[in-house]
Each structure stands twice: as C-alpha cells, then as structure tokens.
C-alpha cells in the first residue's frame, strides 16, 4: 500500500522575503515571548486553514509569508492557550471553527482522542484508518502529543501537523517549526504516558434547498 497524502503538499509552503521556503509555520515567527513559548497550538490551526484557505483559492497563489502570519496573529485570539497552553482538543476545535465560520468557511470537526489510559487507547488500525480519512478527504491532521515517549523528534506538549502517512510502516510526515519531519506514530502510540488528540477538518455538507 502506497503512501496517503494530502493532494498538494505544495500549497503548505510559505516564502519569506529573502526567498526561503518554509513547510508550515513555526511559532519562533510570533514576536510576543508568551506566544513563542505557547503557540505551537495556533500554529497547527494555522497550518490547516492555510492549506484550506489556499486551496479553495481564499488566499493568493503566491505564499507569501505576511498572509501566514497575519492567519497566526489572529488565531492566537480564537485557538488561545492558556497556562498549560492548547493543552485538549476541547480548546482547539471550538477556536478553530469559530476562525473559519468567521470567515466564512462552514468547516466539521473530526476528533480522535488518544487517552492517557494505555488499555483503552485506539489500536494502530483505528489511528491510521483515522488519518488516511482524513487525507484522503485532502485534509491536514492537527496532532496533540502530551508526552512523546520514546519518539526523540517530538516536543513533549506539543502540536504538530500531519500531512501523509504510510499505512504499512505507520511512518507519518509532520509539519514543526516550519520543517517537515518523518516518525513513526505507532510507536508513539504505544510509548507515550499522556496521550494526546488527532483533529482534522472538512467542509460542511451543503444544504439540499430542495428537500
């Protein structure tokens, strides 16, 4: 089984002034102390609607870097972390719709939440039947890790963003810091204490006038 993807991996670049591209943002771009320490939360929200925004042909065909960080100054306002930062999927999708509502995107939620418990986690198969969904519906997976186990590439307590995903090797490629990285979520699966939520979003079915 091949590779599943989001359709255009080329729309998450962004190209600063000097003309070095980016995968994603990166919450070391917010000027603020508090949002660089807390920010990795609206940064995966920002990644998603960047993707959505830019594929729907919202935004410019350029990448430019001021349109991000005008989308990550303003989600700070709506996915807005507090002392123990975006800590839940509960902070992040009410914040998130109200974004794109506010912008006029009608966007549904799909969470999978990733218990601390270990015995009443989802198996591997239910994590990547979760996100293969998701991208194959081309959509972005927001990834809430709490404790990352023996997985060395991820921050603890930290948000990231899931772009594809090889379902035999369970191998996913993420977006952090504005980086793209490759990981093995199983062995996250099994090795984190914490546990953490997968999140990705779709557009809302439209409504049949006629019925």
């Known amino acids: 089984m091949s590779k599943v993807s989001i359709a255009a991996p080329n729309l998450m670049n962004i190209i600063n002034d000097a003309g070095e591209v980016y995968t994603g943002g990166s919450q070391e771009w917010y000027t603020d102390p508090w949002h660089k320490k807390s920010g990795c939360g609206p940064v995966a929200a ?27 100054a303003e989600m700070f306002g709506f996915v807005t972390p507090t ?17 794109a509502s506010k912008n006029n995107m009608q966007l549904k939620s799909h969470v999978l939440e990733i218990p601390k418990r270990k015995s009443i986690r989802p198996n591997d ?17 927001a990834f ?11 921050d603890n307590w930290h948000w990231v963003t899931i772009i594809a995903i090889d379902p035999e090797t369970m191998m996913i490629d993420i977006l952090d810091y504005g980086k793209m990285l490759t990981l093995n979520i199983s062995e ?6 914490l546990g953490g939520a997968l999140v990705y979003l779709k557009e809302a079915e439209q409504v049949n006038e006629n019925v």
């Open 188 to 193: 996250w699966l099994k090795t984190s204490m």
């Open 125 to 141: 198969d239910g994590v990547k039947e979760f996100i293969s969904d998701a991208l194959k519906s081309d959509s972005p997976v």
């Open 46 to 72: 920002s990644n998603l609607m960047w993707y959505m925004m830019r594929k729907i042909n919202v935004l410019p065909d350029c990448p430019y870097y001021s349109d991000y960080l005008n989308i990550m």
């Open 83 to 99: 002392l123990k930062g975006v800590n839940s999927s509960a902070i992040f999708v009410p914040g998130i719709l109200n974004y």
């Open 144 to 154: 809430l890790n709490l404790s990352n186990g023996t997985v060395s590439l991820l």
